[in-house]
């Protein structure tokens, strides 16, 4: 229909056709099913979820057990620190014993070993010269010579195995810086007679005399 006809039409009275309704899915006029439809409203106005299964029950979020308080928490990291650092005190003490053990034991065979050939003890010694070492009394036979000279501090006495041995101070010294504790007498000649009661033969303990 062209404009001019339209507008003959519309002033003789007739109406223009109304516009074509929208369309609907389906042959049948059915609204879009894929749309969702929205959930019913439960009784009271609050919408319904999806029912639960029968073999499905509602359990809450799982209990969570209760914290120690900060404190409590503390003193255990306090008390296990301190223990783990005895522990260790432990071990290092413990590791350190056994260190200056082996070396001791090491340096005690290296002693005795050096002095081994190294003796000036006489068989036929007759005069018992007693000394103080480790606490106790203890003595080694010298002749009238040997005395002199132990007294003068030419000569010194190691201890070997339980033995005393008669070496000159030569042989002392270098058994001394070896082990010490080996050294059971170096005669001072420049200290006091009172320093070494022994060192005359008239202040001699008696033979029978037991200590």
């Known amino acids: 229909m062209t404009d001019s006809l339209r507008d003959q039409l519309l ?24 749309r969702p439809h929205p ?3 439960a009784k009271g106005g609050a919408p319904a979820g999806p029912a639960p299964r029968a073999n499905e029950r509602r ?10 308080p900060r404190d409590d928490i503390d003193l255990a990291k306090a008390y296990a620190i301190r223990a783990q650092r005895e522990k260790d005190e432990r071990i290092e003490a413990e590791r350190r014993r056994q260190d200056e053990a082996r070396l001791r034991r090491e340096a005690r065979a290296k002693f005795d070993a050096f002095v081994k050939d190294k003796a000036l003890n006489r068989a036929d010694a007759d005069i018992a010269r007693h000394f103080e070492y480790g606490g106790k009394i203890k003595r080694i036979h010298v002749d009238a010579e040997q005395l002199r000279a132990l007294n ?13 041995l008669l070496v000159t101070t030569a042989v002392l010294d270098e058994a001394a810086a070896i082990f010490p504790p080996g050294v059971a007498l170096r005669v001072d000649p420049a200290a006091p007679a009172g320093d070494d009661p022994y060192s005359d033969p008239k202040y001699q303990v008696p033979d ?3 200590w």
């Open 152 to 164: 003068a501090g030419e000569l010194g006495v190691v201890q070997v195995n339980g033995r005393y």
């Open 208 to 210: 029978d005399l037991v």
């Open 39 to 41: 959930a019913r409203p």
């Open 11 to 34: 002033g003789l009275g007739f109406k223009a056709p109304a516009p074509a309704p929208p369309k609907r899915d389906g042959a049948r006029g059915r609204p879009d099913e894929r």
């Open 59 to 68: 359990t809450g979020p799982p209990a969570r057990k209760p914290r120690p």
